[in-house]
Structure formats: C-alpha cells, structure tokens
C-alpha cells in the first residue's frame, strides 16, 4: 500500500501550494499522518506531522510557513505551504509516520510530487 500525493508544480519565492494526499479511512483513518521530501542527493527528510486527534509538528525549517491538516470525512491530509523559499524545492511525500519526528514510517514510498520554486 501506497499513498500518492500531488499537487506539486513550479512557484516563484514567496508563493504558496497546497499538496494533498488521499487514503483509505478504513486503514488509516487511526494513523498519523505526515509529509516528508527529499532533494537530489540528499535523504528524504520529515517536514510535518499530524494525529488522529489533530495535534501538529513541524521540522523547524518550515514552521511558521507550512500547514498539515486532515480531513477525516473526505480521507485526505493536506500541507498549506506559504511563502515558500528555493530551498523547499524538493518531491515530496505523504506516508505514516511510526514517530513523532518522522523516523520511520509505516509504508513503502510512493511517487511523490515534484514542488520547484525558482523565479
């Protein structure tokens, strides 16, 4: 099982993106849920992270800018990414995390979506 995220695409600095990822409530509508990304040559690294019950964090890189929520009813986690910087341009995930810092996950990767922010 994978989740599948999308939404990505090319933004100017300062800009803003929304990126969702949908899943099958049956099978984690329990879970946590988070986002991850990773840039060429670098590990996938933890950007957000939400509970069933609604609680966040953050990786300090993007708090302040980025947004997790969830939508129970529609099986959707979404990441509000705002004034976003070069230094986001990354593909990004969905998956479950086991930990509160995103160590490790539940499932495998999927494609991830592609988010470039360059003038």
Do not use: H
């Not at 933890?46 to 947004?67: C, E, H, L, M, P």
């Not at 986690?77 to 995103?102: I, R």
């Amino acid at each position: 099982v994978q989740l599948q995220a999308c939404g990505g695409g090319l933004v100017q600095p300062g800009g803003y993106l929304r990126l969702s990822c949908s899943y099958s409530g049956s099978i984690f509508g329990r879970s946590d849920l988070g986002w991850f990304r990773q840039t060429p040559g670098k590990p996938r690294e933890f950007v957000a992270r939400i509970t069933n019950g609604g609680t966040t964090n953050y990786a300090d890189s993007v708090k302040g800018r980025f947004t997790i929520s969830r939508d129970n009813a529609k099986n959707t986690v979404s990441l509000q990414m705002n004034s976003l910087k070069p230094e986001d341009t990354a593909v990004y995930y969905c998956n479950v995390p086991l930990d509160e810092a995103g160590r490790f996950v539940r499932l495998l990767w999927g494609q991830g979506t592609l988010v470039t922010v360059s003038s």
